[in-house]
């Protein structure tokens, strides 16, 4: 699994990062685990899955990640989490 990550601010890319998971855990533990990894990279905390953030990532592979899923102030207008290349 393949995932690419990124931070915004006024429509303009700040930081991404791509993170790949060979291992043979269930896709939400790579999810999951990516998320981590991305957060920890930027030097942020790890955003909350909310109930429409759960709804778009199974819907399209892809989130946003805005204030209200950040327990501490963001200095950026959304995180992106995206996953561009699944398991076979």
Do not use: N
């Amino acid at each position: 699994m393949k995932i690419w990550v990124k931070l915004f601010k006024d429509t303009h890319l700040l930081k991404d990062t791509t993170i790949e998971d060979l291992s043979s855990d269930s896709r939400t533990e790579k999810v999951l685990r990516a998320l981590e990894e991305a957060c920890r990279s930027f030097d942020l905390g790890v955003p909350i899955w909310l109930k429409r953030s759960i709804t778009e990532f199974q819907r399209c592979a892809k989130v946003r990640f805005g204030q209200d899923s950040f327990i501490e102030h963001i200095d950026f207008d959304y995180l992106e989490f995206h996953v561009i290349e699944e398991d076979m």
